[in-house]
């Protein structure tokens, strides 16, 4: 069983199909629970503590915003974690929204640069496009070492 960084980190759809075929999905709701089950968890709506901004100087500069730490804060130790990767752009909202431009960019940035098998994907917009689309990710899958 390989741990799958998933790119939108929201998807749900993603995240089953990596589940489906033996993996570990690594995404921004496993990220989350770990924080709301851990003592010290005062801001709901944010989803962060105050100290999740510093946490995220690892992987961000101090002149980036707060914002983009506290999200690298969170799914940063994730994809140091992760043995391969599955990026989809152009993503439909329902698919795995992602609210900050920038913390998608850098994402990206470091889930390639990490040297970890990656799967760069086009959103589908057609039936035969999906079909593509999802034997594509399970060739992926299988692929790796522990795929069913």
């Known amino acids: 069983m390989a741990k799958i960084f998933i790119y939108p980190t929201t998807s749900l759809i993603l995240s089953d199909m990596v589940e489906r075929f033996g993996h570990e999905a690594l ?11 851990t003592g010290g968890f005062d801001s ?3 989803q962060i503590t105050p100290d999740e901004p510093k946490k995220g100087l690892r992987w961000a500069a101090v002149e980036v915003p707060s914002g983009v730490r506290g999200r690298m804060a969170i799914l ?10 599955i990026i989809i ?6 698919f795995g929204c992602m609210g900050c431009a920038r913390t998608n960019e850098l994402l990206k940035y470091i889930v390639r640069h990490r040297g ?10 057609s039936e035969s496009e999906g ?3 999802v034997a594509a ?5 299988k692929s790796l070492p522990g795929g069913r």
């Open 27 to 37: 995404g921004s709701a496993l990220g989350i629970r770990e924080r709301l089950q």
């Open 44 to 46: 709901p709506p944010l």
């Open 76 to 85: 940063g130790p994730l994809i140091e974690q992760a043995e391969a990767a």
């Open 89 to 94: 752009e152009d993503a439909d909202l329902a």
């Open 116 to 125: 970890i098998p990656v799967l760069d994907l086009m959103y589908p917009r």
């Open 131 to 133: 079909e593509k689309f």
């Open 137 to 141: 990710i399970r060739d992926f899958l």
